[in-house]
Protein backbone atom coordinates (compact mmCIF):
# COMPACT_ATOMS: atom_id res chain seq x y z
CA UNK A 1 0.00 0.00 0.00
CA UNK A 2 1.03 3.44 -0.47
CA UNK A 3 2.07 5.84 2.25
CA UNK A 4 4.04 8.94 2.89
CA UNK A 5 5.86 10.54 5.29
CA UNK A 6 6.22 14.27 6.24
CA UNK A 7 9.51 14.51 8.52
CA UNK A 8 8.88 17.09 10.95
CA UNK A 9 5.72 18.32 11.29
CA UNK A 10 6.33 21.92 12.54
CA UNK A 11 9.54 24.14 10.41
CA UNK A 12 11.06 27.61 11.14
CA UNK A 13 13.02 29.45 8.85
CA UNK A 14 14.27 32.91 8.70
CA UNK A 15 13.63 35.18 5.69
CA UNK A 16 15.61 34.65 2.66
CA UNK A 17 17.29 31.30 4.13
CA UNK A 18 16.23 28.02 2.05
CA UNK A 19 13.17 26.06 2.79
CA UNK A 20 13.88 22.52 2.62
CA UNK A 21 10.57 20.27 3.25
CA UNK A 22 11.08 16.37 3.55
CA UNK A 23 9.09 13.78 1.93
CA UNK A 24 9.48 9.82 1.67
CA UNK A 25 6.99 7.63 0.26
CA UNK A 26 6.16 3.92 0.11
CA UNK A 27 4.71 2.60 -3.57
CA UNK A 28 4.64 -0.65 -5.21
CA UNK A 29 4.46 1.19 -8.26
CA UNK A 30 5.98 4.03 -10.09
CA UNK A 31 4.16 6.55 -8.33
CA UNK A 32 3.07 10.03 -9.27
CA UNK A 33 3.89 12.58 -6.55
CA UNK A 34 2.01 16.03 -5.62
CA UNK A 35 2.99 19.08 -3.40
CA UNK A 36 0.07 21.28 -2.41
CA UNK A 37 -0.15 24.32 0.08
CA UNK A 38 -2.23 25.55 2.09
CA UNK A 39 -2.30 29.38 2.92
CA UNK A 40 -4.45 29.92 6.50
CA UNK A 41 -8.16 29.67 6.46
CA UNK A 42 -8.50 28.19 2.05
CA UNK A 43 -8.14 25.01 0.97
CA UNK A 44 -5.30 23.56 -0.63
CA UNK A 45 -3.41 24.44 -3.88
CA UNK A 46 -1.23 22.71 -6.19
CA UNK A 47 2.44 23.38 -5.86
CA UNK A 48 3.90 20.87 -8.11
CA UNK A 49 3.78 17.31 -9.40
CA UNK A 50 6.21 14.48 -10.70
CA UNK A 51 4.63 12.32 -13.24
CA UNK A 52 7.15 10.82 -15.67
CA UNK A 53 10.30 12.37 -16.95
CA UNK A 54 12.37 14.74 -16.16
CA UNK A 55 12.91 14.30 -11.85
CA UNK A 56 13.40 17.71 -11.52
CA UNK A 57 10.42 19.17 -11.10
CA UNK A 58 9.39 22.78 -10.87
CA UNK A 59 6.19 24.92 -9.50
CA UNK A 60 4.54 27.43 -8.62
CA UNK A 61 6.19 30.49 -6.08
CA UNK A 62 9.62 29.47 -7.04
CA UNK A 63 9.20 26.13 -4.89
CA UNK A 64 10.95 22.56 -6.68
CA UNK A 65 11.31 19.17 -5.91
CA UNK A 66 13.88 16.74 -7.01
CA UNK A 67 12.24 13.10 -7.16
CA UNK A 68 14.78 10.63 -6.15
CA UNK A 69 13.66 6.76 -6.97
CA UNK A 70 16.74 5.23 -4.75
CA UNK A 71 15.90 7.36 -1.46
CA UNK A 72 12.41 6.83 -2.41
CA UNK A 73 12.30 10.97 -1.52
CA UNK A 74 10.38 13.67 -3.04
CA UNK A 75 11.89 17.03 -0.85
CA UNK A 76 10.39 20.36 -1.53
CA UNK A 77 12.87 23.31 -1.84
CA UNK A 78 12.88 27.13 -2.11
CA UNK A 79 16.17 29.28 -2.06
CA UNK A 80 15.25 31.92 -0.51
CA UNK A 81 12.07 32.42 1.81
CA UNK A 82 9.72 34.78 1.69
CA UNK A 83 6.98 35.75 4.51
CA UNK A 84 4.32 35.08 2.19
CA UNK A 85 5.56 31.23 2.27
CA UNK A 86 4.10 30.28 5.63
CA UNK A 87 1.74 28.28 5.16
CA UNK A 88 1.31 24.49 5.72
CA UNK A 89 2.45 22.30 3.18
CA UNK A 90 1.26 18.82 2.34
CA UNK A 91 2.81 16.27 0.18
CA UNK A 92 0.61 13.07 -1.51
CA UNK A 93 1.07 10.08 -3.15
CA UNK A 94 -0.72 8.77 -5.80
CA UNK A 95 -3.16 5.70 -4.75
CA UNK A 96 -2.03 2.90 -7.90
CA UNK A 97 -4.79 1.77 -10.17
CA UNK A 98 -6.19 4.50 -12.14
CA UNK A 99 -8.46 6.03 -9.52
CA UNK A 100 -7.28 9.49 -8.64
CA UNK A 101 -7.19 9.05 -5.29
CA UNK A 102 -4.43 10.95 -2.97
CA UNK A 103 -2.60 9.12 0.25
CA UNK A 104 -1.36 12.62 1.97
CA UNK A 105 0.93 12.91 4.51
CA UNK A 106 0.13 14.42 7.27
CA UNK A 107 1.42 17.98 6.93
CA UNK A 108 4.83 20.54 7.67
CA UNK A 109 4.06 24.05 8.81
CA UNK A 110 6.45 26.33 7.65
CA UNK A 111 6.81 29.68 9.64
CA UNK A 112 9.01 32.22 8.40
CA UNK A 113 10.66 34.59 10.42
CA UNK A 114 11.58 38.29 9.44
CA UNK B 1 -10.08 28.80 -13.79
CA UNK B 2 -11.33 25.80 -12.03
CA UNK B 3 -13.58 26.91 -9.54
CA UNK B 4 -14.46 24.65 -5.96
CA UNK B 5 -16.90 26.42 -4.12
CA UNK B 6 -18.43 24.81 -0.76
CA UNK B 7 -21.79 26.07 1.06
CA UNK B 8 -20.02 27.18 4.41
CA UNK B 9 -16.84 28.29 5.57
CA UNK B 10 -17.67 27.74 9.55
CA UNK B 11 -20.84 25.94 10.39
CA UNK B 12 -21.81 25.01 14.39
CA UNK B 13 -24.23 22.17 14.64
CA UNK B 14 -25.76 20.29 17.97
CA UNK B 15 -25.37 16.48 18.37
CA UNK B 16 -27.60 14.83 16.99
CA UNK B 17 -28.47 16.97 14.12
CA UNK B 18 -28.52 16.24 10.39
CA UNK B 19 -25.95 18.09 8.75
CA UNK B 20 -25.41 18.88 5.03
CA UNK B 21 -22.09 19.93 3.15
CA UNK B 22 -22.69 20.63 -0.41
CA UNK B 23 -19.75 21.45 -2.51
CA UNK B 24 -20.22 22.46 -6.21
CA UNK B 25 -17.84 22.42 -8.90
CA UNK B 26 -17.58 24.37 -12.45
CA UNK B 27 -15.54 22.50 -14.79
CA UNK B 28 -17.44 19.79 -15.70
CA UNK B 29 -14.71 17.20 -13.41
CA UNK B 30 -15.94 13.68 -13.28
CA UNK B 31 -14.41 13.20 -10.25
CA UNK B 32 -15.33 14.50 -6.58
CA UNK B 33 -13.79 13.92 -3.43
CA UNK B 34 -14.85 14.43 0.48
CA UNK B 35 -11.99 14.61 2.50
CA UNK B 36 -11.75 15.30 6.50
CA UNK B 37 -8.49 17.71 7.84
CA UNK B 38 -7.19 17.45 11.14
CA UNK B 39 -4.53 18.51 12.88
CA UNK B 40 -1.40 15.66 12.86
CA UNK B 41 -3.51 13.52 10.87
CA UNK B 42 -3.48 15.40 7.12
CA UNK B 43 -6.54 14.61 4.98
CA UNK B 44 -8.24 11.54 5.10
CA UNK B 45 -10.58 10.55 2.49
CA UNK B 46 -14.16 9.66 2.94
CA UNK B 47 -16.10 9.23 -0.04
CA UNK B 48 -15.63 9.66 -3.28
CA UNK B 49 -17.25 9.61 -6.39
CA UNK B 50 -16.57 9.08 -10.25
CA UNK B 51 -19.93 9.82 -11.87
CA UNK B 52 -23.60 10.81 -11.38
CA UNK B 53 -25.05 8.90 -8.60
CA UNK B 54 -22.10 6.62 -7.90
CA UNK B 55 -20.08 6.37 -5.02
CA UNK B 56 -17.53 4.71 -3.13
CA UNK B 57 -16.05 4.69 0.47
CA UNK B 58 -12.91 6.23 1.44
CA UNK B 59 -10.64 5.28 4.08
CA UNK B 60 -13.10 6.86 7.06
CA UNK B 61 -16.38 6.85 5.59
CA UNK B 62 -18.24 5.43 8.69
CA UNK B 63 -21.10 8.18 10.13
CA UNK B 64 -20.99 9.53 7.12
CA UNK B 65 -22.90 9.50 3.23
CA UNK B 66 -22.70 11.09 0.01
CA UNK B 67 -24.96 12.18 -2.79
CA UNK B 68 -24.07 13.19 -6.14
CA UNK B 69 -27.18 13.91 -8.60
CA UNK B 70 -25.49 16.13 -10.71
CA UNK B 71 -22.32 16.18 -11.94
CA UNK B 72 -21.19 19.46 -10.40
CA UNK B 73 -22.33 18.70 -7.27
CA UNK B 74 -21.25 16.34 -4.25
CA UNK B 75 -22.86 16.51 -1.16
CA UNK B 76 -21.61 15.19 1.98
CA UNK B 77 -23.83 13.99 4.77
CA UNK B 78 -23.53 13.37 8.69
CA UNK B 79 -26.67 11.56 9.51
CA UNK B 80 -26.52 12.36 13.27
CA UNK B 81 -23.48 14.82 14.15
CA UNK B 82 -21.44 13.63 16.81
CA UNK B 83 -18.55 15.69 18.63
CA UNK B 84 -15.87 13.72 17.20
CA UNK B 85 -17.17 15.07 13.52
CA UNK B 86 -15.61 18.11 14.45
CA UNK B 87 -13.78 19.06 11.92
CA UNK B 88 -12.55 20.79 8.81
CA UNK B 89 -14.36 19.40 5.32
CA UNK B 90 -12.56 19.55 2.30
CA UNK B 91 -14.07 19.32 -1.29
CA UNK B 92 -12.12 18.61 -4.49
CA UNK B 93 -12.54 17.69 -7.74
CA UNK B 94 -10.73 16.14 -10.81
CA UNK B 95 -10.98 15.69 -14.77
CA UNK B 96 -10.26 12.17 -15.16
CA UNK B 97 -9.39 8.79 -13.52
CA UNK B 98 -5.54 8.81 -14.15
CA UNK B 99 -3.09 8.48 -11.45
CA UNK B 100 -1.58 11.65 -11.97
CA UNK B 101 -4.66 14.06 -12.37
CA UNK B 102 -4.66 17.16 -10.42
CA UNK B 103 -6.92 17.53 -7.66
CA UNK B 104 -8.45 20.96 -7.07
CA UNK B 105 -9.82 22.01 -3.64
CA UNK B 106 -12.55 24.48 -1.93
CA UNK B 107 -11.87 26.22 0.76
CA UNK B 108 -13.35 23.99 3.04
CA UNK B 109 -15.87 23.95 5.80
CA UNK B 110 -15.07 24.29 9.61
CA UNK B 111 -17.46 22.38 11.04
CA UNK B 112 -18.22 22.42 15.06
CA UNK B 113 -20.19 19.81 16.95
CA UNK B 114 -21.41 20.82 20.29
Known amino acids: AQSVTQLGSHVSVSEGALVLLRCNYS??????LFWYVQYPNQGLQLLLKYTTGATLVKGINGFEAEFKKSETSFHLTKPSAHMSDAAEYFC????????????FGTGTLLAVQP | DVKVTQSSRYLVKRTGEKVFLECVQDMDHENMFWYRQDPGLGLRLIYFSYDVKMKEKGDIPEGYSVSREKKERFSLILESASTNQTSMYLC?????????????FGPGTRLLVL
Open chain 1, 92 to 103: AVSDSGATNKLI
Open chain 2, 92 to 104: ASSFGRTDQETQY
Open chain 1, 27 to 32: SSVPPY
